[in-house]
């Protein structure tokens, strides 16, 4: 992109566009079957809510969509359901929750049952649906077949596009992706002032600390959410010129929150709350949704809104009513509802770590729920660790440097459930699931959530390998699968007592390898908090189990249950190479153990050195680097060469680069 600092022209307060459409009234009921609105998704990547003006950050210039904001719609609590692009947009093109398919794991591609995707309904009403073009969608099936045109080149302009024909049309941009701050190092960067942004002057979110990596991150996506800015403002004039203005509904939104350490891939409001505007120009403002005033002159929604929501609320705008199967809301058009009560996300995995958590949220507290609590959420993942912040805050943490405790707060093993008063901690950096005065939110919470797995089917406890060559959405159901056997089992894993110590045993008898799983999940915690010290016979059986998931999570019982070296010797050495990473990432929780340094560097580091040198790390996903990882953990490597000398060079190219704002209409 080149470099200006001239802004696209921003329309005063009541005039986002030049002309009037006819009132709301007379526009209704003059409808023919051809006089829909057009809809306009405009999204963008790795951005959380507080990093544009119109939210109330001062440290940024984004005059046009805080215009839109202004005339529009601003959605104070929306949520993406999910915290990474795969399993966030798997919800937003099914109007589902990605766990209730089996789509939840980023970013892996499962097979699904066919006729989910939303847009092939559009079609089939008679609207031209575009998709420029991100599909990212965590299925096997054909993911541009419910598309009339997925392409670099797909517009609503397409000469395809019969006249007056409304559209759906959806343009993805990069431009804020992490990989615009993923430079390694800060060595070179550009100077940020001269695009208005000064770093030294910027105010940090206190969920990280005062470092100079993380304010020259901080610094270089919100240089991005500028130029989010600018290219919003390619298409408020595109519409303009064509004369779409009057008949387009405009979404803007981010797939999730952001860049900072602690936000992309975390069940905090950082990597959840993300900024939603929504246009209606004047002819179609009788389908907008009941607001209250903002104080910018624009209107707020602040109920909770998530991405399941937002299928639904199409198609309701085309008037098409939503099909049962839909778990979202209709928030706005002809088949609008009231809206939810609670918020209820998700998250899998980061990356190789299969960790599922869960979140609900009435806007006011939250709820955190880890199913293998004692897997820290810092477990890395490399794409992250590339950024300089994530670095800086690795090495801060980890070396002994820390100053805050909240800022350590994802290093350590948490508390299986975590509650935060959002009013009062709107950082979640103060946990109160311990406080008796708060002890009947959180069972209120706990009984939300249980439920909404339940209602939902939510699949996201079967084992990744386990969900490969079938379509899980209909498994459960043809073959009567237990799930309830399933979900008690999970939940019972991360807060057992020593008294379900023989009903953990039992599930390790089990003939389905996601219920030996949580058996040894719930042993090896147990164990790791000092609730028992037995080892039971079959938990030593289980480190030969086919599945590489069991017998790693056997393994780390193992560890704890007094035979350090079996257990280790199994992490260590896999029965398959493609299963290493499984077994490298339970040693990657048990290295960040103090007292298990001494432990894991007697019997693993001749081997990790070893295999930091031969295995590969050129890619993210690679053993080599999670071998590093380890060791940096064990203080015998500097986190400076995670990725290699040679990531040197490559972030200083990076650091003099710019991701174009593309693509255009």
Known sequence: MVRTKVLFPVMAAGAVFGGQGADAKTADSGRSTRERPNILWLTFEDTSFYEFGCYGNKDVHTPNIDSLAANGILFADAWSNAPQSSPARSSLITGCYATTYG???????????????????LRDAGYYCTNNRKTHYNTTSDNKACWDECSRKASYNSRNRAPGQPFFAVFNTATSHMG??????????????????????????????????????????????????????????DLKEKGLEDDTVIFIFSDHGGCLPRGKGYLYETGLHVPMIVYFPEKWKHLAPSCTEGGNGGKVYDRPMGFVDMAPSVLSLAGIEPPD??????????????????????ASNHLHHYTPVRAVSDGRFKYIRSYIPFMQFALRNYYQWGMPSNRAWDAFVLGGHNTKEEWAQPFGVHPAEMLFDLESDPSELHDLSSNPDYAGILGKFRKELSRHIRETVDLGFFLPDTRKGLVMYDMVRSQGYPLEELWSIAELAGVAEEKDLPRLVEALESSRPEIRFWGAAGI????????????PERLEELLDDENPYVACEAAYAMVWCGDAEKGLHRLLHPAREEDRKTGYS????????????????????????????????????????????????????????????????????????????????
Not at 114 to 120: E, M, R, S, V, Y
Not at 325 to 346: C, D, K, N, S, V
Not at 524 to 535: F, M, V, W
């Open 103 to 121: 789509m939840d794991v980023h970013p892996v591609a499962y097979d699904t049952p066919d006729g989910i995707l939303f847009p092939q309904l």
């Open 180 to 237: 615009r701050v993923r430079t390694f190092h800060t060595d070179g960067r550009r100077d940020y002032t001269e695009e208005g942004i000064y770093p030294q002057l910027l105010s940090l979110p206190p969920h990280v600390p005062d470092l100079p990596e993380v304010r020259s991150d901080f610094a270089g996506h919100l240089e991005a959410v500028q130029d989010v800015d600018r290219w919003v403002g390619f298409f408020l004039e």
């Open 325 to 346: 199967r839909m778990q979202g809301m209709a928030l706005m058009g002809e088949y609008a509802e009231e809206g939810h009560e609670m918020h209820f996300a998700f």
């Open 524 to 535: 090896g915690q147990l164990a790791a908090s000092g609730k028992t010290d037995t080892c």
């Open 586 to 665: 339970i040693l990657e929780s048990l290295s960040l153990h103090p007292g298990l340094r001494d432990t894991i560097i007697k019997y693993c580091l001749a081997e990790l050195e070893e295999k930091a040198e031969v295995l590969p790390r050129k890619q993210n996903e690679d053993a080599g680097l999670m071998a590093r990882g380890i060791l940096v953990n064990l203080g015998k490597m500097d986190i400076r060469l995670l990725h290699g000398e040679e990531a040197y060079m490559e972030g200083v190219k990076l650091n003099h680069g710019r991701r174009a704002a593309v693509p255009l209409p």
